[in-house]
């Protein structure tokens, strides 16, 4: 079992910025993959980055060139720094570990962003 406590949410105005933090803990040695997930009010849950244990990234386009996620593999921690944040960027922010070998994700419980305008 892996378990993942984020941190790092709040409240900001658009333009500002903020990091998230995600850090892993149990069988951490089991995880491939880690990266971070939305969900907006009314919307599905969608990707917004992931980065591999070979530190290979993967954006959400609405994200390309403002967000950074970057990982920590001795602290077993994923960051999302986000900048320009826009009032679209509204919603709760779940951190994901994938498991190749075991073919399993795990989930955090989520840390709500707000971007007032």
């Known amino acids: 079992q892996v378990q993942l406590v984020e941190s790092g949410g709040g409240l900001v105005q658009a333009g500002g910025s903020l990091r998230l933090s995600c850090a892993a803990s149990g069988s951490v040695f089991s995880i491939n993959t880690m990266g971070w997930y939305r969900r907006a009010p009314g919307k599905h849950r969608e990707l917004v980055a992931t980065?591999?244990?070979?530190?290979?990234?993967n954006y959400a386009d609405s994200v390309k060139g403002r967000f950074t996620i970057s990982r920590d593999n001795a602290k077993n921690t994923v960051y999302l720094q986000m900048n320009s944040l826009k009032p679209e960027d509204t919603a709760v922010y779940y951190c994901?570990?994938?498991?190749?070998?075991?073919?399993?994700?795990?989930w955090g419980q989520g840390t709500q962003v707000t971007v007032s305008s």
């Open positions: 994901l570990a994938r498991s190749d070998y075991i073919e399993t994700d795990y």
């Open positions: 980065i591999t244990d070979g530190s290979s990234t």
